[in-house]
């Protein structure tokens, strides 16, 4: 059975920082491709952030970029995103999700997804 379970949300300051944790289990993690995605209430679900099965390619949405940096750690089959110097407009329910389709950032191509964790930021 695949299975992904996100951990890490809660509700922080502006300003502040959150890691996420994605833990991977069954066949999911040998999917070479991991990601981020964040759906916002009455917004669509968005991506947010990639990285390849080494680790060495990551990829971000403009409006992350600089300040959330994704990684991985193999061994432990966990994918984690580091938020820093949060916004309100970061609130939403971050979900992890995996895919064999190298590069995507299309929702439609990743076959397996957690159930989300979810971030508040106040201003």
């Known amino acids: 059975q695949v299975l992904l379970v996100e951990s890490g949300g809660g509700l922080v300051q502006a300003g502040d920082s959150l890691r996420l944790s994605c833990e991977a289990s069954?066949?999911?993690?040998?999917?070479?491709?991991m990601g981020w995605f964040r759906q916002a209430r009455g917004k669509e679900r968005e991506f947010v952030a990639s990285?390849?099965?080494?680790?060495?390619?990551?990829d971000y949405s403009d409006s992350v970029k600089g300040r959330f940096t994704i990684s991985r750690d193999n061994a432990k089959n966990t994918v984690y995103l580091q938020m820093d110097s949060l916004k309100p407009e970061d609130t939403a329910v971050y979900y992890c999700a995996a895919t064999f389709h190298y590069g995507s950032k299309n929702q439609a191509d990743f076959d397996s997804w957690g159930r989300g964790t979810q971030v508040t930021v106040s201003s």
């Open positions: 990285i390849t099965r080494n680790g060495l390619i990551t």
């Open positions: 069954g066949l999911t993690f040998s999917r070479p491709f």
